[in-house]
Antibody, heavy 121, light 107 residues
Framework: QVLLQESGPGLVKPSQTLSLTCTVS??????????WNWIRQPAGKGLEWIGR???????NYNPSLDSRVSISVNTSKNQFSLKLSSVTAADTAVYYC?????????????WGQGTLVTVSS | EIVVTQSPATLSVSPGERATLSCRAS??????LAWYQQKPGQAPRLLIY???ARATGIPARFSGSGSGTEFTLTISSLQSEDFAVYSC?????????FGQGTKLEIK
């Protein structure tokens, strides 16, 4: 059973950088078969895909966030991380990490339980 | 970007009854659509992929149908644990997009 767990500060000040980590257990993040993703959900709104990383370190980001997002991987710790810069109140959301099989048309099969990040001074 | 719209926003149904949730895409996504169940404080759970295939361990009372732009999730006989938020997601075109969710509540 693959488990994903998000961690990081629950409160970030406006204009600062949001940083979160996802720890994967029950499976290796170095697998050739999966992409590792970040997804968020503001209160009362739909889910929004932020971006993904492959074990090689290659990344792909949502164009709406591309200029502010960075995702990295730490294979030795079986973790991947999200950095979102210059945050505003609009970035307040529950942030999820999730796994997706490699391929052009694949879905998210395992998710973390999410962590709430509030942007406020 | 493909816009995904779910209806209704809230659905009130009694336990034991059938629930029908709709999902519409702004352009064809073929059968590349998934449904997820969300409960507070829990990881979202994959229910359906490929528009109609049940994910591992998902009860047979959950079924998906549709292709192109119109999709439906049906829960045949609602159990207490089924009251949650349901979201659909297209994975036909990048960036992958989600609907805003349907809250299924007890009537």
């Amino acid at each position: 059973q693959v488990l994903l767990q998000e961690s990081g500060p629950g409160l970030v000040k406006p204009s600062q950088t949001l940083s979160l980590t996802c720890t994967v257990s029950g499976g290796s993040i170095t697998s050739d078969n999966y992409y590792w993703n970040w997804i968020r959900q503001p209160a009362g709104k739909g889910l929004e895909w932020i971006g993904r990383i492959y074990t090689s370190g290659s990344t792909n980001y949502n164009p709406s966030l591309d200029s502010r997002v960075s995702i990295s991987v730490n294979t030795s710790k079986n973790q991947f991380s999200l950095k979102l810069s210059s945050v505003t109140a609009a970035d307040t959301a529950v942030y999820y990490c999730a796994r997706r099989k490699v391929g052009a048309t694949t879905y998210f099969d395992y998710w973390g339980q999410g962590t709430l990040v509030t942007v406020s001074s | 970007e493909i816009v995904v719209t779910q209806s209704p926003a809230t659905l009130s149904v009694s336990p034991g009854e059938r629930a029908t949730l709709s999902c519409r895409a702004s352009q064809s996504v073929s059968s590349n659509l998934a449904w997820y169940q969300q409960k507070p404080g829990q990881a979202p759970r994959l229910l359906i992929y490929g528009a109609s295939a049940r994910a591992t361990g998902i009860p047979a009372r959950f079924s998906g149908s549709g292709s192109g732009t119109e999709f439906t999730l049906t829960i045949s006989s609602l159990q207490s644990e089924d009251f949650a938020v349901y979201s659909c997601q297209q994975y036909n075109s990048w960036p992958y997009t989600f609907g805003q969710g349907t809250k299924l509540e007890i009537k």
